[in-house]
């Protein structure tokens, strides 16, 4: 799994010793998951239980989204359920 949010937002660093020891970069609430590799503007989660078990899935990265494309589509098993336009394309606020 992608997430929208890096370095800027977690941290970087794991930490071996000491009151600040952590064994990942980040644990995911509520599971016994860790963040595997944090980015600039990204980080990379490898595991499949929690892969399989998110229903939604945002763009990894939204500048892509807002400046290459017109349209965002929604996917469930595999069909087009919604065909979303990107109204921010383009745009400077």
């Known amino acids: 799994m992608i997430t929208d949010v890096g370095a800027k937002g977690l941290t970087q660093q794991r930490r071996t010793v000491g009151f600040v020891a952590t064994p990942g970069l980040g644990k995911i609430k509520g599971t016994d998951v860790w963040i595997d590799s944090v980015y600039d503007e990204h980080a990379i989660i490898y595991d499949k239980n929690l892969r399989d078990s998110v229903n939604i899935i945002y763009p990894n990265h939204i500048c892509p989204v807002v400046n290459l494309y017109e349209f965002a589509y929604l996917i469930k098993d595999g069909q087009v359920v919604d065909k979303i336009e990107v109204?921010?394309?383009?745009?400077?606020?």
Do not use: M, N
């Open 87 to 93: 109204s921010c394309r383009g745009k400077i606020y």
